[in-house]
């Protein structure tokens, strides 16, 4: 194995839940679910603005448009990096990988974390909103191998939801289902795979 990608939320960030508010949590439950509202699905694509955005999760959540406004901004500012998954990124970075991104992700909430610490050790990125096409669909991962020149028998592809782990599998690349709820142990696991002691 030669080159590692991650998926990002949930796996490489996340929000803190001790400082997160109930009402928080329940405002954004849907983004756990599967499959995701289209109004975000959209968002993600790049195929919908911020604004209008807004408009479709206020009217999603029966509350008005400043509120939503507040709690979006407020959701990407409360990003941050999961501290087992940004020491193995340190550490397989350390030890001669190749680093990649591959993540659903909208426009205002990459612009933020391209400006994190942790993101200087990955390579390169596809995301979403650039591509106008999202995970699962086959073609993203067509251009995750094409722009990077990646073999994908010596590529392991990282995420938190099945549905995109077998999507990468069908394209030969190896996969990692990642426990959102067990950060510690999914990255006990992968150092076990990628960093076997000498």
């Known amino acids: 194995m030669k080159n590692i990608v991650f998926d990002l939320g949930r796996v490489v960030f996340a929000q803190d839940p001790a400082k997160c508010s109930d009402e928080f949590k329940r405002f954004f439950s849907y983004v756990i679910e599967s499959p995701m509202p289209q109004f975000w699905v959209d968002y993600d694509l790049g195929k919908s603005s911020f604004d209008t955005m807004i408009g479709d999760l206020a009217a999603y959540r029966g509350v008005d448009e400043e509120y939503a406004r507040r709690q979006v901004l407020l959701s990407i500012e409360k990003q941050e990096a999961i501290t087992p998954t940004e020491a193995l990124i340190h550490d397989l970075k350390d030890a ?6 591959l993540s659903n992700m909208s426009r205002e909430y990459i612009d933020f974390l391209r400006r994190t610490d942790v993101y200087r050790y990955f390579d390169g990125d596809v995301i979403s909103c650039e591509e106008h096409v999202v995970k699962p669909m086959p073609e ?11 073999t994908p028998a010596e ?10 782990t077998v999507a990468a599998e069908a394209k030969s690349i190896a996969a990692f289902h990642f426990n959102k709820h067990d950060a510690e142990g999914s990255c006990a696991r992968l ?8």
């Open 140 to 150: 993203i991962y067509d251009i995750l191998i094409k722009r990077f020149s990646l």
């Open 96 to 101: 001669g990988y190749r680093l990649y991104v």
């Open 155 to 164: 590529t392991l592809f990282i995420d938190d939801r099945k549905e995109n």
């Open 191 to 198: 150092r076990e795979m990628l960093l076997p002691r000498k």
